[in-house]
C-alpha cells in the first residue's frame, strides 16, 4: 500500500451540464503526468458509460477514496476539483483540460492561484501475440549487500542486510532496481511483521499488496492483491513472522500471482497504474521496487526474475 502516493478510487460524480456528445471524446483509460514543482507526478483516470450513469475511476498521489461532486465535460473541456487533502495536494485543485491530437493537455490550479500543467495520453493495451518465451533466472540479490539496486530517498533508507535478506523496519525509503523489465516471471519470499506493510511493484507501477495492517480495508489492499484493483482469490490467512512466498507472472497487462503455491489471481488484467507508481508511462519497461516507506518491519529474501525474451 502506498498511503501518501494513491490507489484506485470510484468517483461517482455530478455531471453538470455533460451530455452523451461532450463525453464521448473522454470516454477511456488515460495515463496522466502532472509536472508539479517537486517533479514528475503519475496518475491515472478511466472515463465510462456505465448504463447511462457516468463513472470516473482514478488513481490519484494519496490514497484517499475521493467521492467528487464537481466533474464537467463542456465545449470540449474536461474539469474536475480534487478536494484538499483527499489527492495529493494540501489546497482545493482544479483540473481543467482539453483534447488536442489525441491527447489531453491542461492545468491544474490550486485555490492559492498556483497553477501546473498536466498532460495524458490514451493508456496502452498492453496486448502481446502469442505466448512469452522465458529466458534464464537473474538474481536480484546476492544476499550480501546493495549491488543492483537504488533507494528512493537514501537519506530515509530504513534497509540493511541480515543474515542473507533484506530487512526493512519502516515509514523510510523505497527500494528499486537498476534494471529494467519488460515482461517477466518473479519469485521471492517475505516475512511480515504484525501491524507491517509493504509491497512489490512491478515494473514499478503496478503494486502487488504485503500487509499485516488492512484488514478492514477493502480485499484488494489485502496481501496478494493487486492494489485498488484486482482481489485475491481465495484471500490467505494473514500469517505475521512467517516466511511466504510470491511467484507472479506479469505479460502485459495480464498478472498472475501465487501466493505459497496457491494462484491467488489468475491471468487478470492490471487496468492501470496503482498509487505509489513511479512513473505513468505504462508501454515502457520499468524495474522491480520494494516499498519501504510503509510502517513496520518486512523482510525479503531469495528474489529471482525471469524475464521474457
Same mark, same amino acid.
Request: proline share 6%; hydrophobic share 30%.
Given at each position: 500500500?502506498?498511503?501518501?502516493? &494513491?490507489?484506485?478510487?470510484?468517483?461517482?460524480?455530478?455531471?453538470?451540464?455533460?451530455?452523451?456528445?461532450?463525453?464521448?471524446?473522454?470516454?477511456?483509460?488515460?495515463?496522466?503526468?502532472?509536472?508539479?514543482?517537486?517533479?514528475?507526478?503519475?496518475?491515472?483516470?478511466?472515463?465510462?458509460?456505465?448504463?447511462?450513469?457516468?463513472?470516473?475511476?482514478?488513481?490519484?498521489?494519496?490514497?484517499?477514496?475521493?467521492?467528487?461532486?464537481? *466533474?464537467? +465535460?463542456?465545449?470540449?473541456?474536461?474539469? +474536475?476539483?480534487?478536494?484538499?487533502?483527499?489527492?495529493?495536494? #494540501?489546497?482545493?485543485?482544479?483540473?481543467? @483540460?482539453?483534447?488536442?491530437?489525441?491527447?489531453?493537455?491542461?492545468?491544474?490550479?490550486?485555490?492559492?492561484?498556483?497553477?501546473?500543467?498536466?498532460?495524458?495520453?490514451?493508456?496502452?493495451?498492453?496486448?502481446?501475440?502469442?505466448?512469452?518465451?522465458?529466458?534464464?533466472? !537473474?538474481?536480484?540479490?546476492?544476499?550480501?549487500?546493495?549491488?543492483?539496486?537504488? +533507494?528512493?530517498?537514501?537519506?530515509?533508507?530504513?534497509?540493511?542486510?541480515? #543474515?542473507?535478506?533484506?530487512? #526493512?523496519?519502516?515509514?523510510?525509503?523505497?527500494?528499486? /532496481?537498476?534494471?529494467?523489465?519488460?515482461?517477466?516471471?518473479?519469485?521471492?519470499?517475505?516475512?511480515?511483521?504484525?501491524?507491517?506493510?509493504?509491497?512489490?511493484?512491478?515494473? @514499478?507501477?503496478?503494486?502487488?499488496?504485503?500487509?499485516?495492517?488492512?484488514?478492514?480495508?477493502?480485499?484488494?489492499?489485502?496481501?496478494?492483491?493487486?492494489?485498488?484493483?484486482?482481489?485475491?482469490?481465495?484471500?490467505?490467512?494473514?500469517?505475521? &513472522?512467517?516466511?511466504?512466498? +510470491?511467484? !507472479?507472472?506479469?505479460?502485459?497487462?495480464? *498478472? /498472475?500471482?501465487?501466493?505459497?503455491?496457491?494462484?491467488? !489471481?489468475?491471468?487478470?488484467?492490471?487496468?492501470?497504474?496503482?498509487?505509489?507508481?513511479?512513473?505513468?508511462?505504462?508501454?515502457?519497461?520499468?524495474?522491480?521496487?520494494?516499498?519501504?516507506?510503509?510502517?513496520?518491519?518486512?523482510?525479503?529474501?531469495?528474489?529471482?526474475? /525471469?524475464?521474457?525474451?
Amino acid at each position: 500500500m502506498h498511503r501518501m502516493q &494513491g490507489c484506485a478510487v470510484v468517483l461517482f460524480v455530478s455531471w453538470c451540464a455533460a451530455g452523451p456528445a461532450s463525453i464521448r471524446p473522454f470516454r477511456g483509460r488515460w495515463d496522466l503526468t502532472i509536472n508539479a514543482p517537486q517533479g514528475e507526478l503519475p496518475s491515472w483516470i478511466d472515463v465510462s458509460d456505465d448504463q447511462g450513469r457516468p463513472k470516473v475511476v482514478m488513481v490519484g498521489v494519496s490514497d484517499h477514496a475521493t467521492q467528487l461532486n464537481k *466533474v464537467d +465535460f463542456k465545449d470540449g473541456e474536461i474539469s +474536475f476539483l480534487s478536494p484538499k487533502g483527499e489527492e495529493g495536494f #494540501n489546497q482545493d485543485t482544479l483540473f481543467k @483540460g482539453k483534447l488536442a491530437g489525441g491527447q489531453l493537455a491542461g492545468t491544474a490550479t490550486g485555490s492559492d492561484g498556483t497553477s501546473w500543467n498536466w498532460t495524458g495520453r490514451r493508456a496502452p493495451s498492453l496486448k502481446r501475440n502469442g505466448g512469452p518465451k522465458f529466458g534464464k533466472p !537473474i538474481a536480484l540479490f546476492d544476499g550480501k549487500d546493495f549491488s543492483g539496486w537504488k +533507494f528512493s530517498d537514501p537519506a530515509r533508507s530504513h534497509w540493511t542486510v541480515e #543474515n542473507g535478506t533484506l530487512v #526493512n523496519n519502516g515509514n523510510g525509503a523505497d527500494i528499486i /532496481t537498476d534494471s529494467k523489465f519488460r515482461d517477466f516471471k518473479i519469485h521471492l519470499e517475505f516475512e511480515c511483521g504484525p501491524k507491517s506493510n509493504s509491497g512489490v511493484y512491478l515494473r @514499478g507501477r503496478y503494486e502487488v499488496q504485503i500487509e499485516t495492517d488492512s484488514e478492514s480495508e477493502p480485499p484488494s489492499h489485502h496481501t496478494g492483491g493487486v492494489y485498488g484493483f484486482l482481489t485475491p482469490q481465495p484471500e490467505l490467512p494473514r500469517k505475521s &513472522g512467517e516466511w511466504q512466498s +510470491f511467484d !507472479i507472472t506479469l505479460v502485459g497487462r495480464t *498478472v /498472475t500471482v501465487v501466493q505459497n503455491g496457491q494462484t491467488v !489471481i489468475d491471468h487478470k488484467e492490471i487496468p492501470g497504474i496503482t498509487g505509489g507508481a513511479l512513473d505513468s508511462h505504462e508501454e515502457s519497461p520499468g524495474p522491480i521496487y520494494l516499498q519501504g516507506s510503509e510502517a513496520g518491519r518486512v523482510a525479503f529474501r531469495n528474489i529471482e526474475i /525471469t524475464p521474457a525474451e
